[in-house]
């Protein structure tokens, strides 16, 4: 089987959906389709127009190989899907130049894999034999899209799929109101990305840093508590909070912190090597109702190096209630904070890496090749 994928841009950061297509590329043809974002990008903001220009400039090399079976191919898109005409442009232009590559890359026998709901009038007209809606995230929700039109495309488009995997509980829920075969699908985590590494070197970002070191790495943006990140710092004034990763909104209230840092974005390559340094990991996350439905990636990330973790009560935690702290309220919060500092041992860090030996990607795309396999009776084991 060959797969057609949309998603994030290849290589922007490192997604779930990218997790998995870098295990099944190994050994199926992967024609990997960089869509436009969930939302109008507002041009006065430094990250979206960085966002416009790449993308844009990808419209001149359309097509780029990134292993010997993956090419990541970054279609004319227009962003504004609620224009009707637009909306007819974008569906010609994609499909158009999807057969095209298709043919060119010798693809047959495709399924189709989706992760965001704003393709739902291009599928179907692939020629696939499956279509996968890999819900993991509930995009009608975030900051500046249009609620409404993002949950009538996620209506049609799980119509339209065969099956429906989604990353917590609450979105197989959400999948099965009108696909009935939805199934739980998990995150994993690359083991040997965030175990096997130097942990003696020390990037010079942060050699200087006083300890101990609260710390955090993914997007700052909109959905990361910053008044709670600020009210952390101020209770442990004798603590460093390092925050590695790419600013999409104003940090300056952050900068303003006299123990807060900002490191920026760092390499996925790097990124162990920072958080290494971690004494305790935070997950700030806005529980407003997108991220009381989505499990976050780096839950199993953080506990794979071993470092304690203070998380709001997101979905699925439960699953790591006796080895995450798990906090109800911003009180409770910087409480436990104080308690990971306090309460730390050689042997705690070894039953948090043990926790998710087994939720490794290569684990997560064998559970979907037995869904495939009982399913439809396609074997994608890798």
């Known amino acids: 089987m060959d797969f057609i994928v949309f998603s994030d841009d290849w290589g922007r950061h490192p997604s779930s959906c990218q ?13 990997w389709v960089n869509t436009v974002g969930m939302r109008v990008p507002t ?32 279609p004319f898109m227009l962003p504004f899907q609620d224009n009707r005409a637009v909306d007819v442009l ?9 057969c095209f590559f298709k043919r060119l890359l010798g693809m047959k026998d495709v399924i189709t894999w989706v992760t965001v709901p704003n393709v739902d009038k291009i599928v179907g007209h692939l020629g696939e034999k499956l279509i996968i809606y890999n819900c ?43 696909n009935e075969k939805s199934f739980l699908f998990s995150h994993g985590v690359n083991i040997r990305h965030f175990q096997d590494f130097d942990r003696s070197d020390v990037p010079e970002k942060i050699k200087d840093i006083k300890t101990p070191i609260i710390g955090f790495f ?24 390092v925050l590695v990763g790419k600013q999409a909104r104003d940090v300056s209230a952050l900068e303003a912190e006299p123990n807060i840092r900002l490191i920026g974005s760092v390499p996925f390559s790097e990124l162990p090597k920072y958080a290494a340094r971690f004494d305790v990991g935070l997950l700030p ?6 991220k009381q ?52 041992t050689l042997e705690k860090r070894k039953l948090r890496m043990k926790a998710v030996e087994h939720e490794s990607w290569e684990n997560k795309v064998e559970i979907v090749s037995e869904i495939l396999k009982k399913e439809y009776g396609i074997d994608i084991h890798v």
Not at 19 to 31: D, P
Not at 152 to 172: I, P, R, Y
Not at 306 to 334: H, M, Q, T, W
Request: proline share 3%; glycine share 4%.
């Open 19 to 31: 997790h998995i297509f870098s295990v099944i590329s190994q050994r199926h043809k992967v024609l």
């Open 43 to 74: 041009l006065s903001q430094g990250y979206d127009m960085s966002r416009s220009l790449e993308k844009i400039k990808s419209w001149f090399l359309p097509l780029k190989r990134h292993n010997e079976n993956l090419c990541a191919y970054s």
């Open 90 to 98: 974008n569906t010609v232009s994609v499909v158009s130049g999807i």
């Open 136 to 178: 993991v995230d509930d995009f009608s929700h975030w900051p500046g899209g249009n609620t409404a039109l993002i949950q009538a495309q996620e209506k049609k488009l799980l119509e339209k799929a065969h099956l429906a995997l989604g990353s917590s509980q609450a979105l197989v829920n959400r999948c099965k109101r009108h």
């Open 218 to 241: 993914g997007l700052l943006y909109e959905k990361i508590d910053f008044d709670l990140i600020i009210k952390v710092a101020r209770a442990y004034p004798d603590a460093t909070v």
């Open 285 to 290: 996350y806005v529980l407003d109702e997108e």
């Open 293 to 344: 439905q989505s499990a976050p990636l780096k839950i199993k990330e953080y506990l794979s190096i071993g470092f304690p973790v203070v998380c709001v009560r997101v979905p699925d935690v439960e699953k790591f209630s006796d080895i995450l702290y798990i906090a109800d309220n911003e009180n409770d919060y910087i409480e436990k904070v104080g308690t990971a500092l306090k309460n730390d």
